[in-house]
């Protein structure tokens, strides 16, 4: 069963503009990754934030967690075509080192 | 530095037939997992693979097998395919032994489809 949920489940925006994504989940993890697929093929992995840390950057990339919560957010700013694809968050659960997948948002950026 | 690779790319099947997927990790990599995605959904966990053995199992039927050899390249084997057995199986590579990064690489996946 997927462990987390996204939200949106999908998203339409004009380029320039910023991208913000959620993440929720079920139980206690070591670490909550964000990947990137596109038109269904393989994923490209984002940016990982351990259960300790709260907020992470990389490049146009934001991602906060709050495990009070058990929720993430994935910001990306100044969208680009190039953004369009799907964006899943994966858990990294306690105790084991597999990955469980939401169910995706599926992000458009308009030209 | 070769990343993750897959073969074949695509493959169509009929019911009850069985069919071997292959995946080859990234260079330094020793373990390897396997996924399912069905259209419109997330990856489900398979298995796990390090050390030539299965270390972690998801909620997926016996039907579902798989080997890893020697050079960490690994199979996964589906036996008595359902229709329910079409999708995208992903293979991913990461670093086991206790050096756990967490991150995977993915490989581009065999869209098997059965007929």
């Known amino acids: 069963s997927q462990q ?78 190039a953004d369009t694809a799907s964006y899943f968050c994966a858990t990294g659960p306690v105790g084991t080192d597999k990955l469980i997948f939401g169910t995706g948002t599926r992000l458009q950026v308009f030209p | 530095d070769a990343g993750v690779t897959q073969s074949p790319t695509h493959l169509i099947k009929t019911r009850g037939q069985q069919v071997t997927l292959r995946c080859s990790p990234k260079s330094g990599h020793d373990t390897v997992s396997w996924y399912q995605q069905a259209l419109g959904q997330g990856p489900q966990f398979i298995f796990q693979y390090y050390e030539e053995e299965e270390r972690q199992r998801g909620n997926f039927p016996d039907r579902f097998s798989g080997h890893q050899f020697p050079n960490y390249s690994s199979e996964l084997n589906v036996n008595a395919l359902l229709l329910g057995d079409s999708a995208l199986y992903l293979c991913a590579s990461s670093l086991g032994s206790g050096r756990r990064t967490y991150e995977q690489y993915f490989g581009p996946g065999t869209r098997l489809t059965v007929t």
Not at chain 1, 15 to 23: D, I, K, L, S, V
Request: proline content about 1%.
């Open chain 1, 4 to 81: 987390g949920e996204e939200d949106p489940q999908a998203l339409s925006i004009q380029e320039g503009e910023n991208a913000t994504m959620n993440c929720s989940y079920k139980t206690s993890i070591n670490n909550l990754q964000w990947y990137r697929q596109n038109s269904g093929r393989g994923l490209v992995h984002l940016i990982l934030i351990r259960s300790n840390e709260r907020e992470k950057h990389s490049g146009r990339l934001r991602v906060t967690l709050d495990t009070s919560k058990k929720s993430s957010s994935l910001l990306i700013t100044a969208s680009r075509a």
